[in-house]
């Protein structure tokens, strides 16, 4: 499975952006768990959004919550980052993953997923 992340930027503090991400093998995406996390220069990689299966349970960081959605297309094997009111602390880079195991989302963001897309960049300027 290899992923393509798209959608970074550079935007303003209270923008919006869209992060995309394909899988472009042809797998069966509603039994994978899907999921966002970001690295800030200078800090750990750290769990944004994640989505379960086709259960569709989803999870956020503290962080982000209220402004950010996470959301999938099983037919277009795509899933989505939808982050508005963006804050400087949001600047990182941002990538998606995927698992076949679908229950691999959950609180805390504990499980290693085996599959990364390459990562985008967003920066939010003050």
């Known amino acids: 499975v290899q992923l393509q992340a798209s959608g970074g930027g550079l935007v303003q503090s209270g923008g919006s952006l869209r992060l995309s991400c394909a899988a472009t093998k042809d797998i069966n995406m509603d039994r994978y768990a899907i999921g966002w996390f970001r690295q800030a220069p200078g800090k750990g990689r750290e769990g944004v959004s994640c989505?379960?299966?086709?259960?569709?349970?989803?999870y956020y960081a503290d962080s982000v919550k209220g402004r950010f959605t996470v959301s999938r297309d099983n037919a277009k094997n795509t899933w989505y980052l939808q982050m508005n009111n963006l804050e400087p602390e949001d600047t990182a880079i941002y990538y998606c993953?995927?698992?076949?195991?679908?229950?691999?989302?959950?609180?805390?963001?504990?499980?290693?997923?085996?599959?990364w897309g390459q990562g985008t960049q967003v920066t939010v300027s003050s």
């Open positions: 989505i379960r299966n086709d259960e569709g349970t989803t």
């Open positions: 993953a995927t698992d076949q195991i679908g229950y691999y989302c959950s609180e805390g963001f504990k499980y290693e997923y085996d599959y």
